[in-house]
């Protein structure tokens, strides 16, 4: 039942390794040129840490700093002790660069292995994964998962939609890694196909990369006739493989043995109280290359306080609520693009495409959100539509305090994407 | 100074090696629907090959063959056993897939480390492996290799000029996998920024993929600074990694561990004699998943009779003089466009760019060739520019017997690649 001893840990043992391997992650960060630097800065002795609770003593660490100890400040160990790098993308500033040694690599795989263990996926299965690959790691991240996992893994990367349906159908898929917004693309190649992708042989999808909602989730279950199973990660803790659901799909199991999780108050840095919404702070505790101390992710979730039915005890942490960066004020509202689409997806009427456009009228911050309506609903009766429009904008409302603007749009009038989706445009000019 | 013991073996001892591995591999292969029908057809009892000029009488596969057996009747192992699959484009008809066992990777990679190891590569180099990832092997094949030979691995993939460079600089890379094209193509962009690629620490690059002629390494070798060195592979045999140049760079090694050559008449079948040029004809000796017997690659080469001064006693092969399938037949003349190739880029007035375009005047068929001129000789004195363009014109008569229209444009107007270059034209009607 279970991939490995780690994965049925007990609460206390997952504790008493974590306190060891954070001890040893610090004598081993502390090698590193950054983290001596901010140690000494800040006092700290790495042999005084006798507590996981001594945690909260020790100091953040940020994309920023990661930033500005490009490209290898961080590292613990020789450059010539690692076999890869992967690079973020960069598209805000200086990459961050992550390095592993083999070792890591070892560790990486069988976490993602247990992840998709976990979900029922076996040796037997067929595993196509539709993730870019090269620098970004869902690509190799996954792939080596499921090698290790012994699945025939067909690296189809992302794109070329009729090649991806050929291999589904001709191999057999029975699991996928897919992007939610391009699975939700890929259905209207395959309604122009004729074939219905309820038909595959396909049970598993692992999903991330991209805030969706549960109503999404539940659309897609039903489109595939598959269980779709969220997954997180983040090229700072490696990549996919640090929390993935259960069968329970009730929130993702953190891999204690591997990170350290914490959840805190993103204005102050303090913990929040177990249970509520902060920011996802981690800390690797596998990493020899380059150890990472308390990282601040930007992710604003929570853990799930009561024991996981599926037993494992493993902390889980709820779906995403977005990232801090992600937060948009309207009108002094907070409001994160997710809220958004849970609303539309869980209405019948609403199609798969929406777009989010901020605008500045005078000195007024407005939201528009123009909605894709599904073709047996866009008809001719204006009033109809007018009657639908003013129900989308009251349940937005309801949910963002914020009255928008809806605009009622075709199939497919929308821009397409077969990346990670862009949904939001921000038209407001800024201020000098 | 050998990778591993397989490198240094005697030419007794690989022959001794390759009989027990040939006979291995044809009980393997035995258990595969396609061979098992295969061998009963021709009456072949695998027990009676009893010497490695037994291989003779074995029966060719072919790419229609793979094709005819899509998706799995040449896997001589159940599905379940296998962890990754590589698919052929299929831009020319079904596509062709390639199945391995977590074993025929690791051995694949061993060969990928050998071959890098051979031309001075360590475990202290920083690769970048430019190659697009995916189903494509040279992405996961390069890869691996590097990794498991040590390397600090970029997983870089295909494209974006800019952060190639970025990267290369950097993380001061010392080896690279790149396409010869895109390497030219990449000097252009180093000019624009005004970087010499010289002055990079750059030392070593693993070129394949795309034929090129030895002019085009030789520039590539002065842009550059850097040493570059052959790569044979074909995903039939697993991809990059069956025959790769030692410093010697005169000709490709073969690895005769784990693969039987032989070079056969492309009309008739037979075995040429040695030295002679002929179609390359590969058996697997390493593979357990999905063992080829007497591949037909299509590759025109020779054996290299002599013996390499680098002591390796594993043969080799020449140089590609194209493929069977992209032999030009103009005026009754057989052209290969590596021949174009070779004379435009032992000319200094030339750039980095061609284009060879088929015609049909009424019924006779024509060769134009475009060649771009360095901005230097582009000058305005049309009596130069003519009296250069009967000169290249009359060099390329010389080698390939028919004379070509040469045009002669500027630098950066024929149309660019940022993968492999597509170097042929054909304007030709087809007759009814």
Known sequence: MYYDEAEKLSRLEIERLQLMRLQRTLRQAAKSPFYKERFKECGLDVDAVKSLDDVKSLPFTTKQD?????????????????????????????????????????????LMARCMHMVGLRRTDVFQNMSGYGLFTGGLGIHCGAEKLGCLTIPAGAGN????????????????????????YLTTIFAELGIDPR????????????????ESRRRLEA????????????????????????????????WEDAYLPEI??????????????????????????MPII?????????????????????????????????????????????????????MPEVGENYLIILERDGFIDNIRVKVEIRDEFFVEDM???????????????????????????????????EGKAKRVVDNRERGA
């Open 161 to 184: 939609s009729h090649r991806q349906i050929k291999l589904l159908m001709d191999f057999k898929v029975t699991g996928i890694h897919i992007i939610p917004s391009y699975a939700l």
């Open 294 to 346: 308390r990282y601040r992710t930007r992710d604003i979730t929570r853990f799930l306080t009561e024991p996981c039915p599926c037993g494992r005890e493993h902390r889980r942490i709820d779906r995403l609520q977005g990232r801090c960066d992600d937060m948009m004020i309207v009108k002094g509202c907070n409001i994160f693009p997710m809220q958004i689409e849970r609303i539309l997806m869980s």
């Open 383 to 417: 009033r109809q539509l007018g009657s639908l429009q003013k129900r989308i904008a009251s349940r937005l409302r309801d949910e963002i305090l914020v009255t928008p603007r809806v605009e009622l749009v075709e199939r497919n009038s929308l821009p397409k994407s």
């Open 264 to 289: 805190v108050d993103p204005a102050t840095g303090e913990p929040v109280p177990d249970g509520e919404y902060g920011e996802l702070v981690m800390t690797s505790l596998g990493r020899e290359g």
């Open 223 to 254: 489109l595939y006739d598959m269980k779709c199973y969220n997954s997180y990660g983040l090229s700072e803790m490696n990549g996919p493989g640090v929390a993935f659901e259960c069968t329970e799909q009730h929130g993702m199991h953190v």
């Open 66 to 110: 990661l930033r500005d100890s490009y490209p290898d400040k961080v590292l613990a160990m020789p450059q010539s002790e690692m076999v890869r790098m992967h690079v973020s993308s960069g598209t805000t500033g200086t990459p961050t660069v992550i390095y592993h040694t083999q070792k890591d690599l070892d560790w990486w795989a069988s």
């Open 199 to 214: 038909t595959l042989p396909l049970r598993i999808a692992l999903v991330g990369a991209e805030p969706y909602s549960e």
